[in-house]
Every structure is written in C-alpha cells, then in structure tokens.
C-alpha cells in the first residue's frame, strides 16, 4: 500500500514510472515529486502508469495539475500504459478527451 | 424492504494513512458477498472517495477525530455508510463542483479537485448524503448476478 516514482530526465523528457496505489495518502508524493519537472520549459513529460493498481479522483487531481502546468510551459503530456480500470475512470470523467492517454501504440515507454 | 442483514463497522483515524485499510476490508466483505472484480473495483473508489471527503473536509483544522465506515451485508446488495462525526461542511457547495469534465474547456480552467462525488454518484447505484452533527454518505451497490439469478427463479417456476 505505497507507491514508488521512478524518474528518468533525459535532456527534455521526462519519463516516469509509477508504481503501486495512488490515493489520498499516496497523491501529496506524487505531486511533490512531480511537479518542479513539469516547470521545465518545453518538457516531454510520459508517466506509464502499467504498474499502478489502483487510482482514484486524488490521483486524477494531480494528473490534471501536471498536465496544465507542463501545458503552461509549452510541454507535452502523455500517460501510457493504461490498464482498462484506469482507462474507465479517465473515460467517465471526461479527462480521456482531454489528456492523451492512447499514444502507446506510438512508443509508450515500453 | 424489512430484510435481515450483517452489519460490520470499522473506525479509521481522520488521517489519509487508512483509506487503504478500508479498501483491503471492503474487497473482502464485498467478494464475500460475490461481487465481480469490477464491482469490487468501483466499490473501492467510491468507499475511498467518501473516506478522503470525511478526512479532508471534516477536519482540516485539527486532525484529531475519526472517521466510522459502517457495511450492511444484504443477500442482494451491498450497503456503505462514511461518516464523520465532526465539522459539517456544505455538501450542497461542495456538489456545485461537481462533475466531469468537458472537452474544449480550456486548460487553464481545468479542476484539480471535485470529482470524488461525482465519481461516488457514477460508480454507486444509490447515494445519500445527510448532514446532522456531521456528513454521512450512504451508498448502495447491488448485486448483479442476483438480479439475473432472481429473474432465472422466476422463469423457471
């Protein structure tokens, strides 16, 4: 019942595996860790979240907070590797229509 | 709609730290019961969304305090209650947050927060919400396959 960030900068992109269960207690963590990359101007940001077992809206909260500020820097936000449980809460939220979450196909991080 | 039921209660501190305590309880009372692995997925979000509202709203001030999860085990459905015995807050406000999210809103005004209920709304079939002392969210999520079984009983009689 914890969660692991692993990040990997390379020059303008950041790729960030997450692991395990995003939720009230978890989100704070992610969104410290997170947040001062999504400040960097022009960043490629790509979360994976394949290894993310649960997530609820606190995790959503921060997602959407990255996403703008990344936006706000003229950077790019994708998240990969999506299980269908993940995909579903994007999908009734209406995030999926706003976040990219489908680009796998085009070289997730896997 | 008198039906016997088992009831279990568990009590968390008011402290993010145990919402995961109350998942592991309710994937087991609710696979007990015989719900799918979606079901048991959705029960979870909406039990955590509930548990981050009392924990978070009912006390931001002090973080002394507790939050009681109440399960009512019926033969058909299973029913969840989340109070918090402190600070009332206004759902009625907290509602007008509410909802999904709409493509071509622009970025800037995007919300970081106010899904929880919409998402307890979405993922429950039945909702209630009292505010006395303090909020209680009463929730249902029945059975699917009892529904089906029930109806196959019919047929077949």
Do not use: W
């Not at chain 1, 907070?65 to 936006?71: A, N, Q, T, Y």
């Not at chain 2, 979606?38 to 939050?67: F, P």
């Not at chain 2, 299973?78 to 759902?91: A, H, I, Q, T």
């Not at chain 2, 919400?129 to 079984?149: P, S, W």
Request: aromatic fraction near 8%; glycine fraction near 8%; hydrophobic fraction near 35%.
């Amino acid at each position: 019942m914890n969660i692991t960030i692993d990040v990997q900068d390379i020059n303008s992109r950041v790729e960030i595996q997450v692991k395990g269960e995003i939720d009230a207690y978890t989100a704070p963590k992610l969104r410290e860790t997170l947040f001062p990359l999504s400040e960097q101007e022009n960043i490629s940001m790509v979360v994976d979240l394949s290894d993310v077992s649960y997530m609820d809206s606190t995790g959503l909260g921060v997602f959407v907070g990255l996403f703008k500020s990344v936006r706000s820097h003229n950077g790019e936000f994708r998240l990969v590797g999506l299980s269908e449980r993940l995909r579903r809460l994007f999908d009734i939220t209406g995030l999926a229509e706003i976040i990219d979450i489908n680009s796998d196909a085009e070289g997730g991080l896997k | 709609m008198n039906q016997s039921y088992d009831y279990i209660e568990v009590k968390i501190p008011a402290k993010t730290d145990f919402i995961g305590v109350i998942r592991l309880t309710l994937s087991g009372i609710a696979s007990r019961l015989g719900f799918s692995y979606d079901e048991i997925e959705d029960l979870k979000i909406a039990a955590s969304e509930a548990c981050t509202n009392a924990v978070q709203h009912a006390y931001r001030e002090d973080d002394k305090g507790e939050v009681k999860i109440g399960f009512g085990l019926y033969e058909d459905r299973l029913e969840v209650m989340v109070s918090d015995s402190g600070k009332s807050c206004n759902f009625d406000e907290v509602r007008q947050g509410l909802g999904r999210y709409e493509n071509g809103q622009n970025v800037e005004f995007l919300r970081e927060g106010g899904l929880g209920l919409y998402l307890i709304d979405t993922l429950m079939d039945d909702v209630k919400i009292h505010q006395n002392e303090g909020v209680t969210v009463f929730m249902t999520k029945f059975l699917e396959g009892e529904q089906v079984e029930m109806d196959a009983k019919t047929l077949s009689t």
